[in-house]
Protein backbone atom coordinates (compact mmCIF):
# COMPACT_ATOMS: atom_id res chain seq x y z
CA UNK A 1 0.00 0.00 0.00
CA UNK A 2 1.61 3.26 -0.62
CA UNK A 3 2.32 5.55 2.16
CA UNK A 4 0.22 8.33 2.42
CA UNK A 5 1.92 12.14 1.84
CA UNK A 6 0.46 12.98 4.99
CA UNK A 7 2.33 10.59 6.63
CA UNK A 8 5.41 11.91 9.05
CA UNK A 9 8.26 9.16 8.32
CA UNK A 10 11.60 9.39 9.38
CA UNK A 11 12.52 11.01 6.18
CA UNK A 12 10.51 13.47 7.42
CA UNK A 13 12.39 15.31 9.97
CA UNK A 14 14.90 16.45 7.73
CA UNK A 15 12.81 17.53 5.00
CA UNK A 16 10.80 19.24 7.91
CA UNK A 17 14.33 21.22 8.77
CA UNK A 18 14.97 22.12 5.13
CA UNK A 19 11.57 23.67 4.92
CA UNK A 20 11.70 25.28 8.35
CA UNK A 21 8.77 23.38 9.36
CA UNK A 22 8.55 23.05 13.52
CA UNK A 23 7.95 20.02 14.54
CA UNK A 24 5.55 18.95 17.34
CA UNK A 25 5.88 15.87 19.66
CA UNK A 26 3.74 14.56 22.25
CA UNK A 27 3.71 11.69 23.94
CA UNK A 28 0.82 8.32 24.35
CA UNK A 29 0.80 5.32 25.90
CA UNK A 30 -2.89 4.63 24.96
CA UNK A 31 -5.06 3.80 21.87
CA UNK A 32 -7.63 6.81 22.80
CA UNK A 33 -5.04 9.29 23.51
CA UNK A 34 -3.05 8.31 20.71
CA UNK A 35 -6.32 8.39 18.39
CA UNK A 36 -6.79 11.53 19.58
CA UNK A 37 -3.66 13.20 19.16
CA UNK A 38 -3.03 11.75 15.45
CA UNK A 39 -6.54 13.24 14.42
CA UNK A 40 -5.20 16.51 15.57
CA UNK A 41 -2.36 16.33 13.50
CA UNK A 42 0.65 15.97 15.55
CA UNK A 43 3.84 14.89 13.80
CA UNK A 44 5.10 12.57 16.28
CA UNK A 45 3.93 10.09 18.83
CA UNK A 46 6.46 9.41 21.42
CA UNK A 47 5.71 6.29 23.58
CA UNK A 48 8.12 7.57 26.21
CA UNK A 49 9.23 5.40 29.48
CA UNK A 50 7.33 7.96 31.07
CA UNK A 51 5.24 6.19 31.39
CA UNK A 52 6.88 4.66 34.01
CA UNK A 53 5.83 7.79 35.99
CA UNK A 54 2.47 9.12 34.76
CA UNK A 55 0.68 5.81 33.60
CA UNK A 56 2.49 2.90 36.02
CA UNK A 57 2.82 4.89 39.27
CA UNK A 58 6.76 4.38 39.45
CA UNK A 59 9.28 7.35 40.56
CA UNK A 60 11.16 7.15 37.86
CA UNK A 61 11.54 5.56 34.67
CA UNK A 62 14.11 2.98 35.76
CA UNK A 63 11.47 0.13 36.37
CA UNK A 64 10.38 0.34 32.98
CA UNK A 65 10.48 -2.67 31.00
CA UNK A 66 10.78 -3.83 27.26
CA UNK A 67 7.69 -5.98 27.48
CA UNK A 68 6.30 -2.68 29.43
CA UNK A 69 7.28 -0.67 26.09
CA UNK A 70 5.90 -3.59 23.71
CA UNK A 71 2.61 -3.18 25.33
CA UNK A 72 2.09 0.37 24.60
CA UNK A 73 3.43 0.48 21.52
CA UNK A 74 1.15 -1.74 20.03
CA UNK A 75 -1.94 0.10 21.78
CA UNK A 76 -0.42 3.72 20.27
CA UNK A 77 -0.24 2.14 16.80
CA UNK A 78 -3.47 0.87 16.83
CA UNK A 79 -4.89 4.43 17.29
CA UNK A 80 -2.31 6.14 15.04
CA UNK A 81 -2.33 6.72 11.46
CA UNK A 82 -0.29 9.73 10.19
CA UNK A 83 1.87 10.67 13.04
CA UNK A 84 5.43 8.50 13.19
CA UNK A 85 5.12 6.45 16.70
CA UNK A 86 8.45 6.57 18.29
CA UNK A 87 9.24 4.11 20.94
CA UNK A 88 11.38 4.74 23.99
CA UNK A 89 14.37 2.11 24.63
CA UNK A 90 13.79 1.57 28.37
CA UNK A 91 17.09 1.07 30.79
CA UNK A 92 19.15 -1.90 30.36
CA UNK A 93 17.72 -2.31 26.76
CA UNK A 94 20.87 -0.65 24.95
CA UNK A 95 23.67 -1.01 27.84
CA UNK A 96 24.32 -4.75 27.91
CA UNK A 97 25.83 -5.66 24.34
CA UNK A 98 25.13 -4.77 20.82
CA UNK A 99 23.26 -7.99 20.03
CA UNK A 100 20.57 -7.37 23.15
CA UNK A 101 20.13 -3.89 22.04
CA UNK A 102 19.44 -4.47 18.00
CA UNK A 103 16.79 -7.37 19.43
CA UNK A 104 15.29 -4.72 21.82
CA UNK A 105 14.86 -2.41 19.23
CA UNK A 106 13.54 -4.70 16.75
CA UNK A 107 11.18 -6.42 19.49
CA UNK A 108 9.78 -2.24 19.60
CA UNK A 109 9.03 -2.69 15.73
CA UNK A 110 8.14 -5.75 14.78
CA UNK A 111 5.93 -6.52 18.05
CA UNK A 112 4.91 -2.84 19.59
CA UNK A 113 4.05 -1.36 15.93
CA UNK A 114 6.69 1.58 16.35
CA UNK A 115 8.70 3.00 13.13
CA UNK A 116 11.80 4.69 15.00
CA UNK A 117 12.86 4.39 18.41
CA UNK A 118 14.78 6.69 20.75
CA UNK A 119 18.32 5.94 22.85
CA UNK A 120 20.05 8.32 25.74
CA UNK A 121 23.18 9.40 25.51
CA UNK A 122 26.19 9.73 22.79
CA UNK A 123 29.59 8.56 22.29
CA UNK A 124 28.77 6.19 25.21
CA UNK A 125 26.13 3.98 23.17
CA UNK A 126 27.50 4.97 19.70
CA UNK A 127 28.62 1.56 19.13
CA UNK A 128 24.38 0.32 19.79
CA UNK A 129 22.80 3.16 17.57
CA UNK A 130 25.20 2.49 14.64
CA UNK A 131 24.11 -1.37 14.50
CA UNK A 132 20.44 -0.25 15.31
CA UNK A 133 20.41 1.47 12.22
CA UNK A 134 22.55 -0.48 10.14
CA UNK A 135 19.46 -3.17 10.99
CA UNK A 136 17.33 -0.70 9.17
CA UNK A 137 15.97 1.03 12.67
CA UNK A 138 15.28 4.68 12.77
CA UNK A 139 17.10 6.34 15.89
CA UNK A 140 16.27 9.18 17.19
CA UNK A 141 18.97 10.78 20.23
CA UNK A 142 18.59 12.51 23.20
CA UNK A 143 20.77 14.54 24.97
CA UNK A 144 21.02 17.05 27.79
CA UNK A 145 18.87 15.55 30.27
CA UNK A 146 19.14 11.89 30.54
CA UNK A 147 16.21 10.65 33.05
CA UNK A 148 17.66 7.16 32.73
CA UNK A 149 21.28 8.23 34.49
CA UNK A 150 19.47 10.47 37.21
CA UNK A 151 21.14 8.39 40.01
CA UNK A 152 24.64 9.77 38.14
CA UNK A 153 23.51 13.25 37.08
CA UNK A 154 22.00 13.43 41.13
CA UNK A 155 18.43 14.52 40.27
CA UNK A 156 16.82 16.61 37.36
CA UNK A 157 19.00 19.23 36.41
CA UNK A 158 19.46 21.75 33.66
CA UNK A 159 22.48 20.55 31.42
CA UNK A 160 25.01 22.58 29.41
CA UNK A 161 25.49 25.42 31.60
CA UNK A 162 29.37 25.01 31.96
CA UNK A 163 31.95 25.79 28.91
CA UNK A 164 33.08 22.29 28.55
CA UNK A 165 29.76 20.74 29.10
CA UNK A 166 28.31 22.89 26.15
CA UNK A 167 31.75 21.94 24.25
CA UNK A 168 30.51 18.14 25.04
CA UNK A 169 26.83 18.54 24.52
CA UNK A 170 28.01 19.78 20.60
CA UNK A 171 30.61 17.24 20.33
CA UNK A 172 28.18 14.34 20.92
CA UNK A 173 25.21 15.71 18.98
CA UNK A 174 27.60 15.83 15.81
CA UNK A 175 28.51 12.24 16.63
CA UNK A 176 25.24 11.26 16.53
CA UNK A 177 24.54 13.15 13.25
CA UNK A 178 27.36 11.69 11.64
CA UNK A 179 26.22 7.78 12.94
CA UNK A 180 23.27 8.57 11.23
CA UNK A 181 20.24 9.33 13.69
CA UNK A 182 17.07 11.34 12.09
CA UNK A 183 16.84 13.83 15.32
CA UNK A 184 17.99 14.66 18.82
CA UNK A 185 15.71 15.41 21.58
CA UNK A 186 17.75 17.97 23.77
CA UNK A 187 16.03 17.83 27.09
CA UNK A 188 17.00 20.54 30.31
CA UNK A 189 19.68 22.66 28.15
CA UNK A 190 19.88 26.26 28.11
CA UNK A 191 18.19 27.92 25.48
CA UNK A 192 21.33 29.45 23.84
CA UNK A 193 23.12 26.18 24.00
CA UNK A 194 19.96 24.76 22.08
CA UNK A 195 20.05 27.34 19.37
CA UNK A 196 23.85 27.05 18.97
CA UNK A 197 23.71 22.87 18.49
CA UNK A 198 20.04 23.31 16.32
CA UNK A 199 22.27 25.60 13.90
CA UNK A 200 24.97 23.29 13.64
CA UNK A 201 23.13 20.11 13.25
CA UNK A 202 21.65 19.39 9.51
CA UNK A 203 19.13 16.91 11.36
CA UNK A 204 16.54 18.50 13.66
CA UNK A 205 16.31 19.25 17.25
CA UNK A 206 13.42 18.42 18.93
CA UNK A 207 13.71 20.29 22.69
CA UNK A 208 11.54 20.14 26.01
CA UNK A 209 13.09 22.57 28.24
CA UNK A 210 15.46 23.85 25.64
CA UNK A 211 13.70 26.87 24.77
CA UNK A 212 12.47 28.42 21.30
CA UNK A 213 15.36 27.61 18.64
CA UNK A 214 14.94 23.88 18.25
CA UNK A 215 13.54 22.43 15.67
CA UNK A 216 10.75 20.99 17.21
CA UNK A 217 9.05 20.62 20.67
CA UNK A 218 7.97 17.14 22.72
CA UNK A 219 6.22 17.75 26.14
CA UNK A 220 4.13 14.66 28.26
CA UNK A 221 0.75 14.80 27.62
CA UNK A 222 -0.37 14.12 30.85
CA UNK A 223 1.81 17.16 31.79
CA UNK A 224 0.45 19.70 28.78
CA UNK A 225 -2.91 18.79 29.66
CA UNK A 226 -3.11 18.92 33.68
CA UNK A 227 -3.59 15.21 34.52
CA UNK A 228 -0.41 14.37 36.00
CA UNK A 229 0.17 16.69 39.12
CA UNK A 230 3.10 14.61 41.33
CA UNK A 231 5.31 17.08 40.03
CA UNK A 232 5.32 20.02 37.37
CA UNK A 233 8.78 20.88 35.51
CA UNK A 234 9.12 24.68 35.21
CA UNK A 235 9.49 24.00 31.04
CA UNK A 236 6.00 22.84 31.20
CA UNK A 237 2.88 24.48 30.01
CA UNK A 238 0.04 23.65 31.15
CA UNK A 239 -2.80 23.99 27.89
CA UNK A 240 -5.66 22.28 29.93
CA UNK A 241 -6.78 21.05 33.33
CA UNK A 242 -8.21 18.09 33.02
CA UNK A 243 -7.33 16.59 36.20
CA UNK A 244 -9.57 19.31 37.98
CA UNK A 245 -12.45 18.48 35.18
CA UNK A 246 -12.18 14.51 35.81
CA UNK A 247 -11.99 15.61 39.56
CA UNK A 248 -15.33 17.48 39.52
CA UNK A 249 -16.51 15.35 37.11
CA UNK A 250 -16.37 12.07 39.88
CA UNK A 251 -17.79 13.93 42.48
CA UNK A 252 -20.68 14.51 40.75
CA UNK A 253 -20.69 10.82 39.37
CA UNK A 254 -20.65 9.46 43.14
CA UNK A 255 -23.19 12.06 44.20
CA UNK A 256 -25.65 11.17 41.83
CA UNK A 257 -25.22 7.27 42.24
CA UNK A 258 -25.30 8.25 46.41
CA UNK A 259 -28.47 10.47 45.69
CA UNK A 260 -30.14 7.71 42.69
CA UNK A 261 -30.55 10.50 40.53
CA UNK A 262 -28.13 8.50 38.00
CA UNK A 263 -28.89 6.52 35.96
CA UNK A 264 -32.66 7.50 35.10
CA UNK A 265 -34.89 6.62 32.44
CA UNK A 266 -32.65 8.21 29.50
CA UNK A 267 -29.90 5.58 30.51
CA UNK A 268 -31.92 2.62 31.24
CA UNK A 269 -33.63 -0.13 28.92
CA UNK A 270 -37.24 -1.02 28.83
CA UNK A 271 -39.37 -4.41 28.38
CA UNK A 272 -42.93 -4.74 27.62
CA UNK A 273 -44.98 -4.74 30.56
CA UNK A 274 -46.72 -8.16 29.37
CA UNK A 275 -43.62 -10.28 29.35
CA UNK A 276 -43.01 -9.05 32.99
CA UNK A 277 -46.40 -10.05 34.17
CA UNK A 278 -46.03 -13.48 32.95
CA UNK A 279 -42.94 -13.89 35.99
CA UNK A 280 -45.65 -13.28 38.51
Do not use: W
Not at 38 to 44: M, P, Q
Not at 90 to 116: K, M, T
Not at 144 to 163: A, C, D, E, H
Amino acid sequence: MATSINKFTAASFHKAKSDGKKISMLTAYDYPMAKLLDEAGIDCILVGDSLGMVVLGYESTLQVTVDDMVHHCRAVARGTKKALVIADMPFLSYHISIEESIRNAGRLIQEGGASAVKLEGGSNVLDKIKAIIDAQIPVIGHLGLTPQSINMLGGYKVQGTKLEQVKKLIEEAELLQQAGVHAIVLECVPEKVAKLISEKLEIPTIGIGAGKYCDGQVLVTQDMLGIYSDFKPKFVKQYAQLGNIIHNACLQYISEVQEQQFPNAEHSFSIDDEVLSKLY
